[in-house]
């Protein structure tokens, strides 16, 4: 079983769509708990929030990375950033039984992408992808590395703040990113 992540309801066939990679695909993973994080995007959420209009894909915020034993870790850059993110957001998760893998090897453990249309077999609704997350957390399933632990190192802090400022001036191009970091980094200076 292939499961996806969407915020649309009723969808019968999954189409492909241009990802941030620039390539028509519709991207699966085999572990249901690892596509909960893509039924929000915290750039386009907190944007929305805050009144900030925008034209155009936004851009994501893909905070996450796999443990030693290949569970989803979801990592926190800021503080409540997983509850921000997905609080009171529902979706859906679609099954499909059997897809065509592209060629490209995506590098990213349990997961699959196609390039061709994919008939859906079931579908869950998820009320609030925060409290499903957490659920997948009790269960072992997934990591979720938060903040205050995080923020204890202050090798992670050096990392953080680096990175983040990195991302800013590299996104000049970007305003619904910029928006999103200068609200969420308070470190960052026009």
């Not at 893998?101 to 077999?121: L, N």
């Not at 990175?163 to 001036?169: A, G, H, K, P, Q």
């Amino acid at each position: 079983m292939y499961y996806h992540a969407s915020r649309r309801p009723g969808i019968r066939m999954l189409e492909p769509h241009v990802s941030n990679h620039g390539v028509p695909l519709i991207y699966f993973s085999d572990r249901r708990e690892n596509v909960l994080p893509y039924l929000s995007n915290a750039v386009a959420k907190y944007c929305r929030e805050t009144g900030f209009a925008h034209e155009g894909p936004w851009t994501k915020w893909a905070s996450y990375g796999f443990t030693p034993d290949g569970r989803l870790r979801l990592e926190e850059y800021y503080p409540n950033a997983t509850e921000e993110t997905y609080r009171g957001v529902s979706g859906y998760i679609y099954r499909v039984s059997r897809i065509i893998p592209t060629a490209d090897d995506i590098q990213i453990p349990h997961a699959f992408a196609t390039a061709q249309q994919v008939a859906v077999k079931g579908c869950e609704f998820i009320p609030d992808a925060y409290e499903a997350i957490l659920e997948a957390e009790r269960l072992g399933l997934i990591e979720i590395a938060r903040y205050e632990r995080l923020a204890a190192s202050p090798e992670f802090m050096a990392w953080n703040r680096e990175t983040i400022l990195r991302e800013y001036r590299q996104s000049a191009d970007r305003p619904d990113y910029r928006h999103f970091l200068r609200g969420k980094f308070d470190f960052i200076e026009e």
